[in-house]
Nanobody
């Protein structure tokens, strides 16, 4: 079955960095566009970044553009999110998702606080 396992979250001070990972299994990873989403308490789940199946193109939400970088390793069935210059408003649970598939992992908590 499809599994998405996010990891790498934690508590970080404003201005700090984290690298999230999402290990995928149960589907042909290299054929799917992959997304990172985040959901803050009391808010909707919003898309943060997308990468095409080959990794040749990426898009970002305006709120993270220039600070976050999405990448993937198709040999490892893993998608990454490098987050730099973190702000308190980046605090949320982060999830990965394969475009058009209705599956979600458990998410990984990112907390940005001094």
């Amino acid at each position: 079955q499809v599994q998405l396992v996010e990891s790498g979250g934690g508590l970080v001070q404003p201005g700090g960095s984290l690298r999230l990972s999402c290990a995928a299994s149960g589907f042909t990873f290299s054929r799917y566009r992959m997304n990172w989403y985040r959901q803050a308490p009391g808010k909707e789940r919003d898309r943060v970044a997308t990468i095409t199946s080959t990794g040749g193109s990426t898009t970002y939400a305006d709120s993270v553009k220039g600070r976050f970088t999405i990448s993937r390793d198709n040999a490892k069935n893993t998608v990454y999110l490098q987050m730099n210059s973190l702000k308190p408003e980046d605090t949320a649970v982060y999830y990965c998702n394969a475009n058009s598939l209705p599956y979600w992992g458990q998410g990984t908590q990112v907390t940005v606080s001094s």
